[in-house]
């Protein structure tokens, strides 16, 4: 319980909502040296007497790119086309606005953007609803810190960058125990919309785009949410508390570990991605254990398991805030652009069956990725307030 304390402390420097009573007590923790290698998983943080932070992440163009100019380079060996290739490489570096080019046979020739910056459409943001367990609704966005609302087990603090943070009145949450009240509480966001939260125990989650999350405000027994849509996940370490997350077509038990599972409604697979730890994937009966690396996929209306390698940075590019595009149909890149930017799609023709590899950052207007998209010559867009229309 005493690591478990430590990783709810240390997410709440990380998001400066830390006490000075609770600073304290995160020093004095750091100083045993019990938890240095929990200090150095994912993130590197340097204190110091103040409480001042300074975080390094990976680039993560640079290893998208990795995982892309392999599979280039290994399409290129196969087709014989390298004199296309590098073609291709040129336009690459002509994209100051993203990163994208059309797979193809031929490089076509580029043809006149027809995407108008007058009609344009800003990307998504931080917006969400939490909805309490009385009905109350909260519109959640980008604002300074503020305390929500108390519950049984403890208060809700929006903190200023956009994250919602449960902090529990004590360790282990007595006041529900007591009581023997479940309160449950669900963040949902928009189209155009993504939030994240950190759970009562430390657990931190991404939520992206036309997603929700169904949780209590402190575990008993089993740590349960429920999630429709796409998660990210960083489970604080509970060997004796399994987090378990249910989804329409499944149910994900871990004891402390990153994962990203999408589950939206109009998409023909639910994908459980993991990246480091274990997690158990469970649907009617049948089990599968993924390791870091691997990505579970379950078809609707079937209780298959198909486990696959994957490449992770791809998986969860959406969480650093880009579109990354391996070799993927445009229906499936309008899909997602659709939830991002809360817009409609209109296909006329074909168009939806071309392939595009690329990467683009999320934070553009839309009218900067599909002004992109046309560079390959064989797909234009018309923007109608908030409808897009693919053509030829």
């Known amino acids: ?4 304390r430590f990783y709810t402390l240390l997410q709440y420097f990380k998001e400066d909502i830390i006490s000075e009573e609770e600073w304290h007590e995160l020093q004095a923790m750091i100083k045993t040296g019990r938890f ?23 680039d993560i163009e640079q ?6 100019s392999a599979k280039i380079e290994k399409d290129s060996k196969r087709s014989g086309y390298r004199s296309w290739m590098a073609a291709a490489a040129i336009l690459l570096i002509m994209l100051s606005s993203g990163l994208i080019f059309f797979k193809s046979k031929f490089l076509p020739s580029v043809k006149t953007n027809t995407v108008s910056n007058k009609a344009d459409i800003l990307p998504g943001g931080n917006k969400a609803i939490l909805t309490l367990s ?26 200023a960058n956009g994250i919602l943070v449960y902090k529990a009145n004590s360790l282990s949450g007595n006041s529900s125990r007591e009581t023997g009240e479940v309160v449950m509480n669900n963040l949902t966001t928009p189209r155009g919309g993504e939030f994240q939260i950190i759970l009562p125990d430390g657990t931190h989650v991404w939520l992206n785009a036309a997603s929700s999350l169904k949780f209590p405000s402190s575990f008993k027994g089993k740590r349960l949410v429920e999630l429709t849509g796409e998660a990210y996940f960083e ?5 004796k508390m399994p987090f378990i997350v249910h989804t329409k077509n499944q149910e994900v038990e871990v004891l402390g570990t990153h994962f990203n599972i999408n589950s939206y409604t109009d998409e023909l697979a639910t994908k459980t991605t993991l990246l480091e730890g274990s997690v158990k994937i469970s649907v009617q009966g049948n089990q ?35 579109f990354v ?68």
């Open 134 to 159: 009385n009905g109350e609704r909260r519109v959640l966005t980008d604002s300074t810190i503020n305390q929500l609302v108390s519950q049984t087990g403890g208060s809700i603090i929006k903190a």
């Open 36 to 58: 240095d290698d929990q200090l150095e998983d994912d993130i590197l943080i340097s204190l110091d007497s103040t409480g001042k932070k300074e975080r390094w992440t990976a």
């Open 325 to 392: 595009f391996n070799d993927e149909k445009l229906k499936s890149i309008m899909r997602r652009v659709c939830r991002w930017y809360d817009v409609d799609c209109q296909f006329e023709g074909k168009q939806g069956e071309l392939s595009f590899i690329g990467v683009v950052e999320r934070s553009k207007n839309i009218s900067s990725l599909l002004k992109v998209l046309e560079l390959t010559g064989n797909v234009h867009f018309k923007i109608e307030g908030r409808k897009i229309i693919v053509m030829q």
């Open 1 to 4: 319980m005493e690591r478990a």
């Open 63 to 68: 290893e998208v790119w990795k995982g892309i």
């Open 235 to 239: 489970v604080a370490k509970n060997k």
């Open 288 to 322: 599968k254990i993924l390791t870091p690396g691997e990505q579970s996929q379950i078809y609707t209306n079937t209780k298959a398991i198909k486990v696959t390698p994957v490449n992770l940075e791809e998986a969860v590019a959406w969480k650093n805030g880009y």
